[in-house]
């Protein structure tokens, strides 16, 4: 039961990145660059090119979903970010999965939260070409903040692999 449930999340992972090694049995996955977004989607990009390793830890089943967010039943757990040659990592608790029409294209992208549903903490995969900030982003990872109800993004970190 519990490798049917891990098993779209893994193909997904797959997708973002064929490097990496394994940590406690999820793939990590490192990205030689991130950008920083501005407060609005036409913000700019800010180019960093330090090093990031990111994978998860301790995964865990969702016991409860909200009925009206289409989330799915994939694992919790903590999404981890760690820079070169910062030793203390980001470490983001996994609260729900699901998936959002994301930016200029409403495309439908893996997305977790961290707080509550109308106004959250959260990261998003863009597994499908998406147009956010003016650059079109595809096998992305976004970290940031998000009003649900409209769609708002505040500042967010890209970690881009294409």
């Known amino acids: 039961m519990k490798i049917r449930l891990l098993l779209p999340l893994v193909l997904l992972l797959l997708a973002l990145s064929s490097k990496g090694q394994t940590t406690k049995g999820f793939k990590e996955y490192r990205f030689t660059s991130s950008f920083q977004v501005d407060k609005t989607l036409s913000g700019n990009l800010k180019r960093d090119n330090r090093k990031v390793s990111i994978y998860f830890k301790d995964p865990k089943p969702i016991t409860k979903v909200s009925d009206d967010a289409k989330f799915e039943d994939l694992p919790t757990g903590k999404l981890i970010i760690k820079y070169e040659n910062i030793k203390e990592p980001i470490e983001i608790e ?3 999965f699901g998936k959002y029409d994301f930016g200029e294209t409403k ?40 009003n649900a109800d409209n769609g708002n993004i505040s500042v967010y970190t890209v970690y881009c692999c294409n």
């Open 94 to 96: 996994i609260k729900y």
């Open 107 to 146: 495309n439908q992208s893996l997305y977790g939260i961290t707080k509550t549903w109308l106004d959250y903490n959260s990261f998003i995969f863009v597994n499908k070409p998406t147009l956010i900030a003016g650059k079109m982003w595809n096998n992305a990872l976004l970290i940031g903040n998000m």
